[in-house]
């Protein structure tokens, strides 16, 4: 995979950063999208590179997922000995390698947002019981509407029933969408906050994130001139550079592993 001059300089300057915090989406990021989404894994190839990443100095990778902490330890392969952390379910989950000595955030429940959730989860699935391609996922916060199976007339039909029916008993919930899929939660982190909170905690003087959806766009619009953007995929994007796949991406990974590695030296 050839990366253009333009990406090619961008990962060189920010290869060189003092302390680099290389923060990523993982579905159609790191992972192609799959029908079934606890099938996603990433490709050997950023695997690889993400590797040789956490093996450098001053240098942190996270995964920064709209996913459940608990599906994205899955879908990563994630060992309990990994030094990557995970900010899961956008940012209102967090996990951190042991080795990096920071204390675990006490996990906020709420347990009327939580007897609501598992209530409008039911009534969603009753919902779209009859509609062909689309089901419902709880989530930590709150649930997700898939529709990537789903012909045009399901989506809009599964999507104007979803929001009739949080509109009307959960109007406070943030609603986000994405890529064949509808979001609600009661905790409204994003993963602007996410990567503000690695920041801090790595002390990070740059960051690198790649984002694939419209989520990502929040991460993607706080990052400062010292960061760098990296859009995979279509979509108006506030990132600087724009890559085709994952596998481009990886190769992104691999450039910034090794230039960052020379430096080191």
């Known amino acids: 995979m050839t990366l253009d001059d333009g990406t090619v300089e961008a990962v060189r300057r920010i290869a060189a950063s003092d302390n ?36 450098l100095p001053d240098t942190t990778v996270a995964y920064v997922s709209g996913r459940q902490l608990a599906d994205l330890v899955v879908i990563s392969e994630h060992s309990d000995d990994s030094l990557v952390h995970l900010a899961g379910s956008h940012g209102a989950e967090f996990w951190h390698p042991p080795a990096a000595g920071i204390s675990p955030r006490p996990r906020v429940d709420d347990v009327a947002e939580r007897a609501r959730a598992d209530a409008l989860v039911d009534a969603a699935r009753d919902l779209v019981a009859g509609i062909p391609g689309a089901w419902i996922e709880p989530k930590a916060f709150g ?71 419209v989520t990502d766009e929040d991460a ?38 090794t230039l960052r590695a020379d430096l080191s030296q």
Do not use: C, Q
């Open 143 to 213: 649930f997700g509407l898939h529709t990537r199976l789903a012909n045009d007339a399901g989506t809009i039909a599964a999507t104007d029933a979803i929001d009739e029916l949080v509109a009307t008993r959960a109007p406070n919930w943030r609603r986000r969408t994405g890529r064949d899929i509808l979001e609600y939660a009661w905790r409204h982190e994003g993963k602007d906050s996410a990567v503000e909170a690695l920041r801090e905690l790595s002390g990070a003087t740059a960051v690198l994130f790649a984002g694939d959806d």
């Open 20 to 55: 680099l915090l290389v923060a990523l989406d993982f579905d159609g990021t790191l992972a192609p999208l799959e029908d079934e989404p606890m099938r996603a894994r990433a490709l050997p190839e950023s695997t690889a590179a993400i590797d040789r990443l956490t093996s």
């Open 220 to 257: 993607l619009a706080s990052l400062g001139p010292d960061d760098l953007g990296v859009r995979v995929g279509e979509g108006p994007t506030a990132a600087t550079v724009r890559l085709g796949d994952a596998a481009a991406l990886a190769a992104l990974l691999d450039l910034l592993g």
